[in-house]
T-cell receptor
Framework: ETGVTQTPRHLVMGMTNKKSLKCEQH?????MYWYKQSAKKPLELMFV???????ENNSVPSRFSPECPNSSHLFLHLHTLQPEDSALYLC????????????FGQGTRLTVV | GQQVMQIPQYQHVQEGEDFTTYCNSS?????IQWYKQRPGGHPVFLIQ?????EVKKQKRLTFQFGEAKKNSSLHITATQTTDVGTYFC???????????FGAGTILRVKS
């Protein structure tokens, strides 16, 4: 149990579908993140939220739309994805944005067909 | 842009042998963090080093932060099959303090 819970664990979606990934942290942290992990690539930071305000969008295509209704919950809304978007999507949280360790959820394995 | 590079990409060792992975940053880091990801799992925080030349130990794992705070290493003594996984280093970006991860070193241990 990491204190960061992601659902679903696995997701298969068609290119015309709309789906959402959910992340919830029970650690009382103020910062939350979405990362993408593809085969043979470093972890790629997608979005950063600090006190539920988005502070970073790392040039992510608009077909990925994050939402952070409060400091404990983070969503990633997906629509019209491409097969190359298939990856492990990891949510993480940290006490604050600056210089602190990240606590990762177990990830959602996304396959776009 | 700021980069964090790790070598080697892969390492296969016989159980009982030692293992070392190296991390190099293109810029000076305020701190370096190490994470481990088991196969099929998610990254788990191991340790953070902050001081120049710092050395920390966790049982068979020894972590070092270089004097110039631009490189780091993780050394595992007498590897065990439970050590398998990918080891990542990560450092905060020069601006914004968000973590930049290295590509990771995949460790396989043959019993």
């Amino acid at each position: 149990e990491t204190g960061v819970t992601q659902t679903p664990r696995h997701l298969v979606m068609g290119m015309t579908n709309k789906k959402s990934l959910k992340c919830e942290q029970h650690l009382g942290h103020n910062a939350m993140y979405w990362y993408k992990q593809s085969a043979k690539k470093p972890l790629e930071l997608m979005f950063v939220y600090n006190f539920k305000e988005q502070t970073e969008n790392n040039s992510v295509p608009s077909r990925f739309s994050p939402e952070c209704p409060n400091s404990s919950h983070l969503f990633l809304h997906l629509h019209t994805l491409q097969p190359e978007d298939s990856a492990l999507y990891l949510c993480a949280s940290s006490p604050r944005v600056e210089n602190t360790e990240a606590f990762f959820g177990q990830g959602t394995r996304l396959t776009v067909v | 842009g700021q980069q964090v590079m790790q070598i080697p990409q892969y390492q296969h060792v016989q159980e009982g042998e030692d293992f070392t992975t190296y991390c190099n940053s293109s810029t000076t880091l305020s701190n370096i963090q190490w994470y481990k990801q088991r196969p099929g799992g998610h990254p788990v925080f191991l340790i953070q080093l902050v001081k120049s030349g710092e050395v920390k130990k966790q049982k068979r794992l020894t972590f070092q932060f270089g004097e110039a705070k631009k490189n780091s290493s993780l050394h595992i003594t007498a590897t065990q099959t439970t050590d398998v996984g990918t080891y990542f280093c990560a450092g905060p970006m020069e601006y914004g303090n968000k973590l930049v991860f290295g590509a990771g070193t995949i460790l396989r241990v043959k019993s």
